[in-house]
DNA sequence: CGGTTGGTCTACAACGTTGTAGAGCAACGT
DNA sequence: ACGTTGCTCTACAACGTTGTAGACCAACCG
């Protein structure tokens, strides 16, 4: 166990509250006697106990962020920014993965709580509108992505329905009319999905551009989760079911590389014969082969716009709380080799 | 603020102490008064206050990860493997981005101790063995990775040489001569990191194949990271230097995965022109066309047994501690086709 | 010159938990 | 019947920090 306020105090021959004082930067201390302290500070190595403070203090300086898995590459990659912003700002980061499971979902937020944590990040993909309610208890939580509209809490969200519907007309503006989309969620019709949000805008493109929209263009993926088998399978089968199509909008990047393989392996070119777009801007996209045009939702702003959202909603009195927020960054186009595009290095 | 101990007490109309007693699982309760206390934490929606405990017993049961950056993917599906080994056995993880640079690594050291971790798993990149005894102080740590041999703590390495002998025995054995290795770290001729130990392994297997390295044929990479971007340009200037190769062995995946694509840039065909095998098993290897062939060094088993050594050291007495130790999880070639072998599903 | 102000510092009591010491009581052996 | 044992439980004191209340002193005001 290193030394306390109370070794720091002994040196520097002032009281453990005079201690605590500096480190807090408490304006009424002398320069001298701040000095002093800071010295013995350093001469001890003195590290406050997080533990102590957290009791006393009610906050530890560590928040959670839940998300389904670092394997995806989105997660991971907003993860990162999530850490970094968190640590710019002096925030510890515990990142709890669900697996998008629904009860490992409603485990991190009710369980997470004890877990000290100041406040949480909370990407939820199982929990729906029904579960709203199931987020009002607890301290500051911040969701991130697309569910659970109109909860009690915060939201930092991506324009899911503008963006997709610009990734769509990118493809109509290189020529392309046979677009199908990969990724769609049919099962339960349930607006508040990215799928849905983004199979809108797809939607809307089409009609602006006075294109019938074809059903057989609209692909599930059978797998639970969007990654590159369900990319790669959906593509398959749209080959091997015949469907005509020249461009491909995936509603992930991660299946956008599944398609990218799959239309490799059935003799398509991209983008000569199928031109691609997917979402999300992962740094993989670019160094695909293809590289993969993509929407960019902004996720480094997201990141900082939930950390930031988390902080002050942490450091809110429970008088004054304002009513929650939702909010969205600019997205943008990427534009690369599957649309024709030459890949910008450092994009 | 939530209920205490003190509000179970009361409602199960016992001590604190007894209320403590049943939730840290100590043996002498009676049946009855142990549901009276179980009912009554589920009855307020008790949690314990981990600061609380963390204060008083000195465990908080939250360690740390101190990897270069979740954007690796490398180090994303080691954290997932991490976070999921410490969540099965109750523990929290803090994850920290040290961006490989040195002055952050000794800061993850050094500074997250305070942050009150009970223990950190660091996977320092810059830090070498002049730095061993920075690693001394502090409470218990276990290294990953290949640097600092010989400290003093306990470490979980992989078998750089001999997998990386393995993967370039695999071309030989498919018949390829003209061996190129990408990824090399020439600077300073640092016995300890993954590339040296890597580069030796491909310097043994070429040896007891009974043939001569050509200089021209290793290559380093011009970023400082391994990453997608380090792997192209490599690769583009190995063809561009107008060296003859039949394939490359790629030190980590996304550098391969970077090869991948340059060589397809190059109108080279793989396997037929030249064959590619990476090292890591990145999910990412199995899903880029063609679908690399690569060395799977047991990451998941890494960080399993990992935590594993982390718990005993925490729940280890000062007393009777065991001498440091390095483990190494066994490794295996996973044949994919950038090597001539089918893709299996799954893999 | 007495009273007030404000800057600087200290003493003390919390925060919620667990370790220690020991009280109370039934069961047991002698 | 009485000490001993062992189970069950309780009271109390920590752990290291910060909030509160107030002491002390110099500077200032009237």
């Known amino acids: ?52 403070r957290g009791l006393r203090s009610g906050r530890t300086g560590v928040i959670g962020l839940a998300v389904p898995s670092l394997r995806e590459n989105y997660f991971a990659e907003l993860a990162d920014s999530v850490i970094r912003a968190a640590e710019a700002r002096g925030l510890g980061v515990i990142v709890e993965q669900t697996g998008g499971q629904r009860d490992k979902e409603l485990l991190a937020v009710s369980t997470s709580r004890p877990r000290f944590l100041d406040g949480l990040l909370f990407s939820p993909v199982s929990l729906g509108q029904e579960d709203a309610g199931a ?40 020529g392309r009319r046979r677009i199908a989309l990969v990724g769609a969620d049919l099962n339960g019709i349930d607006e508040t999905s990215s799928a849905s949000l983004r199979l809108k805008g797809y939607m809307r493109a089409l009609e602006e551009a006075g294109i019938e929209m074809d059903p057989a263009l609209v692909r599930t993926t059978e797998m639970s989760r969007w990654n590159r088998a369900g990319g790669a399978e959906a593509a398959h089968l749209l080959v091997r079911d015949g469907v ?6 995936a509603l992930s990047d991660t299946l956008g590389l599944g398609v ?28 695909s082969v293809p590289s993969m045009t993509t929407v960019d939702p902004g996720r ?18 429970t008088a004054d709380r304002r009513p929650p927020e939702t909010v969205k960054p ?18």
């Open 1 to 52: 166990m290193g030394p306390t306020m109370h070794d720091v105090a002994r040196v520097a021959g002032v009281s453990i509250k005079t201690v605590s004082n500096v480190i807090n930067d408490y304006p009424h201390v002398r320069p001298g006697t701040r000095d002093r302290v800071i010295e013995a500070i350093e001469q001890l190595d003195y590290r406050p106990n997080l533990s102590a």
């Open 135 to 174: 987020l009002a208890i607890d301290g500051p939580l911040v969701l991130l992505g697309e569910r659970i509209f109109d909860g009690p809490t915060d939201h930092v969200t991506m324009h899911n329905m503008s963006s997709a519907q610009a990734a769509v007309q990118h493809l109509l503006e290189i």
């Open 244 to 249: 005509e199509f020249d461009a491909v909008f």
């Open 260 to 287: 990218l393989r799959a239309l490799g392996e059935e003799n398509l070119r991209v983008p000569d014969d199928v031109a691609v777009i997917g979402f999300d801007n992962i740094d993989e996209s670019n160094y």
């Open 330 to 347: 600019e997205f943008r186009i990427v534009k690369r080799e599957s649309t024709g595009f030459p890949t910008i290095e450092g994009e």
């Open 300 to 317: 480094e702003e997201i990141a900082v716009l939930a950390v930031d959202r988390l902080i002050e909603r942490i450091s809110e009195k």
